[in-house]
């Protein structure tokens, strides 16, 4: 098989039931959700240690349950075929959240993303997450395109697993957290 179609040298690609353009945005949310999984992927390889197994184990189940946000997303009738993200995976990322706050200092300021280099790659993966969850929210807007509402609660719980993670992967690592100098106390 070769990897080259020569399909999409018009600008347009295929979804599950038609073609679009490349900058639809059902393309660009799914788009995004694949530079999300190719970050948690590269935390992933970086998490290869005894003590972040755990952490290594959870971002790749993350992985696949991206890749079911993107099948969500794909589907230009998705109704037909249902979808695959549900509650329970917004509640299983809540419970690791949970767990690992137990073990991380109490939050006042914002603290500047960064840290040990584990905690670096998470914190891309916060971002693009943000990034991704702003494109899946202009696809729900838009009012030809039905879309999974859950795919939206997984990313916005994602992107706080991300933090969380990042806080503890410097935790663990010993690497202090560096407070943003002109924060006030902002959590409490």
């Not at 979804?15 to 992933?44: C, P």
């Amino acid at each position: 098989m070769k990897m080259y179609t020569r399909t999409g040298d018009l600008g347009q690609t295929s979804v599950i039931g038609g073609r679009v353009r490349k900058d639809d945005l059902r393309v660009e949310a799914y788009g995004t959700l694949d530079e999300l999984n190719s970050f948690a992927g590269q935390a992933a390889a970086l998490a290869d240690s005894g003590e972040f197994a755990p952490l290594k184990e959870q971002l790749i189940r993350i992985q696949h349950e991206l890749f079911d946000c993107g099948s969500d997303l794909a589907y230009v009738n998705p109704a037909e075929q249902g979808f695959k993200v549900h509650s329970g995976l917004v509640q299983n990322l809540e419970a690791w959240i949970d767990s690992w706050e137990e073990e991380l200092p109490a939050l006042e300021r914002f603290i500047l993303p960064g840290g040990s280099l584990l905690a670096a790659s998470l914190h891309v993966c916060r971002t693009v997450c943000r990034r991704a969850e702003r494109r899946v929210i202009s696809l729900a807007a838009d009012a030809e395109t039905e879309s999974n509402a859950e795919v939206i609660r997984y990313l916005n719980r994602l992107s706080d697993y991300f933090f969380t993670a990042a806080r503890l992967a410097n935790v663990k690592a010993s690497v202090p957290e560096t407070e943003y100098e002109r924060s006030g106390k902002v959590f409490r």
